[in-house]
């Protein structure tokens, strides 16, 4: 890969994943920076190797350096990996597009919709850069078990092949990280985000102490609800059984390490969501992705049962143990209708 300057790449965003991508990067010799929005963030990883906001308890290796000047860093990666928050992406992707050149791969990791257009990471990218060259980073990636040290694999989905073989060359020394190539952008990005909101309900399953009868039938369910919505925005419904959509379905649905699982956990104890958000450090992608596909589900004319009772309990305040009754009460079809679609 052709430098641009002294960096083969830029790590845009410092929250736990940001800091897992830096992890793995530091172990294949690639040169890197990783911004973050705070000074005293970047202090912290550049001086004491550490960043206990995001990954607490862990050290981080040496040649992990963070940088708060965007602009500078831009400039200096042929390649560029976002990994913020859904709710700040525009705003990052802006001042990113200020600076890149239409000849550097753009690739995000982040898993959700802007909730008040429905639209996907990549196509905010397109808006706000210059570059065509961009691609979505996704699969079963808890950046807890990264940390700690455990294989994994991912999917980096893009229109180019360059991309794809841009962000596997990066990840190619590591060891610890399988990063698998696909084309389907429109369906690795919806299946990223649509987990997050089948992970809010098994984490209300396990907290209202059923067993794994229920959260099997959730994740299957909850696959043909994404398998509907994935194939109305032009995804690739094979797509879904890939990393990406089967492989983080479980994942994030079975991990006490999810966050959306907390959630949906802490839910059926009986805690407010108010209350839950405030005590987290970190987003929970699947509370604004579950508005965000309520509003389109409602809009396309869409059946999404599962996702309709999660967006009540999150916004409506109904009861968890009602509104999992009321599931079992529904009408029954073709199991696999949703996943014939072509």
Not at 49 to 75: M, W
Request: net charge neutral; glycine share 10%.
């Amino acid at each position: 890969m052709k430098k641009r300057g002294d960096l083969d790449v830029l790590i845009v965003g410092g929250g736990s994943f940001g800091t897992a991508l830096a992890t793995l990067l530091s172990e294949t010799g690639r040169a890197f920076e990783l911004w973050v929005r705070r000074k005293e963030t970047a202090e912290e990883i550049n001086k004491r190797h550490t960043n206990s906001r995001y990954a607490k308890g862990h050290k981080l290796a040496a040649s992990i350096r963070a940088t708060t000047n965007l602009d500078e860093a831009v400039k200096r990666a042929p390649a560029i990996l976002m990994a913020v928050p859904s709710r700040s992406f525009r705003e990052v992707a802006r001042a990113v597009g200020d600076s890149i050149q239409g000849d550097q791969v753009l690739v995000h990791t982040t898993k959700g919709f802007e909730i008040e257009t429905f639209k996907r990471m990549s196509t905010i990218l397109r808006e706000e850069t210059c570059t065509l060259k961009i691609g979505v980073f996704a699969g079963p990636n808890l950046a807890g078990e990264i940390m700690a040290g455990h294989p994994a694999g991912a999917t980096v989905a893009s229109h180019y092949d360059e991309v794809i073989r841009t962000v596997q060359g990066l990840f190619a020394g590591s060891g610890r990280i399988r990063v698998y190539g696909g084309h389907d952008v429109v369906g690795t990005e919806a299946a990223s985000a649509f987990k997050n909101i089948i992970a809010l309900a098994a984490g209300m399953s396990d907290g209202m102490g059923f067993g794994d009868n229920t959260k099997s039938l959730l994740i299957t369910r909850g696959l043909s609800e994404m398998a509907r919505v994935g194939v109305a925005l032009g995804a690739d419904v094979f797509t879904f059984s890939g990393l990406t959509g089967v492989g983080d379905l479980m994942c994030t649905c079975a991990s006490s390490l999810s966050r959306n699982h907390q959630v949906g956990e802490r839910l059926a104890t009986g805690e407010t969501l108010e209350d839950i958000l405030e005590s987290m450090t970190q987003v929970a992608e699947g509370v604004p992705t579950t508005k965000a596909v309520q509003r389109y589900a409602e809009s396309a004319g869409l059946d999404l049962p599962i996702v309709g009772a999660v967006y009540r309990i999150l916004f409506e305040q109904a009861d968890v143990a009602k509104s999992i009754e009321q599931l079992m009460h529904l009408p029954v079809g073709d199991e696999l209708a949703a996943l014939r679609y072509r």
